[in-house]
Structure formats: C-alpha cells, structure tokens
C-alpha cells in the first residue's frame, strides 16, 4: 500500500515521541512491503514563534493533502500561564479537527497484566478492562458562540449540538460495538441540559437499526463515579464533546500510565493519529517521554487502512517490550529506558519476523545488541 502521512511533531516532548512512531511505520513498511511517505509541518506554539499562527495555511494544506496524519502533542507554559493570550496552540488542532471534518474521536483503553500494580484503582478492578470512548469532536461547547462583557464580570459558551452531528458519530460507536461485547452506553446530562435530550432521543432511535447491541444510558457524573467502582462494565462509551474529553482522561488512570493511551481521530474523508497526552515540556529533550502512546497511535493508523497484521506486530512488539520491561521511567522507575531506545527495541522486534529467542536471559547476556 501507498500512503501519504502528514507528520505534526509539535511541541514538547511531541518531536520526540512521534520520531518513534514513524521509525516504527518504516520498519512496518519495510517488512510488509509498503510505501509511506512522510512529510513534516509546523503546529501549535512551534508554528506560533515561526508564523505567529498556531496552524499555518501550508500545514492545513499538508494535512488535506495526505492520506493520514499522524500528530505529537502542542502546548507550552507560557500560553497555558497566560489565560489573556489571544493566540494559544490549542487552536490550531481544534481548527484542524474543524478543517478535516474529525468528527469522531476513538480513545481505546486497555490494561497489560504486568502493569496493572502501577495503577491507582485495585487489581481486581481493573484487570481484564477493555473498553473504547467514542467522543463527538466538532461540535458542543468548544465550538459554540463564547461572549465576554465589557466589564470582564460575565462570559458565555454555548453548547449547540445538530442531530445530523449526533447520528454520524452513532453510527461509528454502533458498528464499532457489533465487533466487540455488543454493548453501547450513551454519557449524557439529559435531566439538566436540552442537548444531552436530543442525544438521548437520537441514540435511542439509531438503536432500533442495531438490535444486536444492548444499549443504556449513564449521567455524566454518575459514569465519572462508574469508570472508578467498575471500569470492566463499560464496552463502547459513546458522548459529546466536553464529556469525552473529561471521561477519556479519567479512564487514562486505570492503565497505570497515560502514556500507553492512543488516539484516533476520524471524519469522511481524514483521519489523525496522536498519543492523548500532552507535551510535557518538563521532559522535553531529557529522553524521559514514553513513545508507546505514539506507537500505538501508529497501530490505529494501520488498522484505519485495514492494515491489520501490521498493526499487530506493533502491538505484539509493545506487549513484549511491557513484559520484558523495556520502558521508560514512567512505567519501569527502578532500571528504565530512554525515549529512543525503547523505540530501538520496537523497531528491532517488528524487523525480526520471529521474536521467539527474546527473553530476559538473552537481555541480560547482551544478545539484544540493540538495547
């Protein structure tokens, strides 16, 4: 397969943890026999200091051009310090979610049994978890109209939500739960809020076209306390904007580090791939980042092309390296890896067809030359 794969680094940690990811596409393309071409672009406060514009028109013009993005992280202390900046690198992804039509993002969370003590919530919580958010994305309160008075003593953001945005999304998170558990749960805010209404309303009539699928309905606040008491009841997760964005973070916790947490980002036509982290400029430049979320991020981008073998070598590699503790000091504390060399190890094993002789003795005797 062709691809074209418009690469957005970012800010932060972002340049670091994406160089990964691609080194990972390459070496998928290289044992698979694909063609993918990758082109940089500017985004966020990088795309700022040398355009003064969080999302140049060239970027923009990249990304439509191109069969997929894959995208870092963006954000950076002084914008996040400064809540009067007229320009913040957060706009640019939510114009360039705007731009593609990303309508839907698609947040998988899973648990690895060798990390599940890292976790805050208790084993027998959480082990066996398995769930996807399907969150609405271009619409809701960060699109709607926001007004601030003269006297700085009011502001409004509304929340305005169409039923043509609500069923497209549906529909995804529908299908998506016919290849799983055939279980659909719709988070809103029907008892207080009119749109949470009109999303209980659509769902519940979509749901008559997808019989196989037992579908129920959880308050936000209620679904927040749910995620913490019992995560394994939850199957596909379907919400609007603002919801998805709190929940997805939330449910970040019970893998033990948000770092393992990929995304994708899905219209008609385009389709972005980033880690849910952010840009961490702490570590930035220190090799401290974990890549895995990244990585994994490059999986959902296969899988988008029905590249699923290829996409599970990546996670074969991921689950390896998890379990022969080849990670960075977020996930191993006490004898961990670097940025670049967990993503050496990855590209070693997806290179090598069969990873059979890969074991702790061989790391410790040095065969693994790589790591």
Known sequence: MKLKIAVLPGDGIGP?????????????????????????????ATAIDQFNNPLPEATLDLCKESDAVLFGAIGHPKYDNDPSAKIRPEQGLLRLRKELGLFANIRPVTTY????????LRRERIEGVDMVIYRELTGGIYFGEKSLNEEDTSATDVCTYSVMEIERITHLAFKAAQKRRKKLTLVDKANVLETSRLWRKTVTAIAKEYSDVQLDFLF?????????????????????????????????????????LASASVGKKNALFEPIHGSYPEATGKGIANPLAAILSAAMLLDHFHLTEEAKAIRD??????????????????????????????????????????NNENLNLGQMTII
């Open 220 to 260: 936000v606040d209620n679904a927040a306390m749910q995620m913490i008491l019992n995560p394994k009841q939850f199957d596909v997760i379907l919400t609007e904007n603002l919801f998805g964005d709190i929940l997805s973070d939330e449910a970040s916790v019970i893998s033990g580090s948000i770092g393992l």
């Open 317 to 358: 590699a991921v689950e390896i390296s998890i379990n022969l503790n080849i990670c960075t000091q977020d996930i191993n504390n006490e004898y961990h890896y670097s940025t670049e060399k967990v993503g050496d190890f990855l590209d070693g094993l997806i290179s090598e067809v069969d990873n059979s002789f890969i």
């Open 16 to 44: 670091e943890i994406t160089e990964q990811a691609v080194k990972m596409l390459k070496s998928i393309a290289d044992r698979f026999d694909h063609d993918f071409h990758f082109e940089k672009a500017s985004v966020g």
């Open 113 to 120: 049994s060798k990390l599940i003590d890292l976790s805050p």
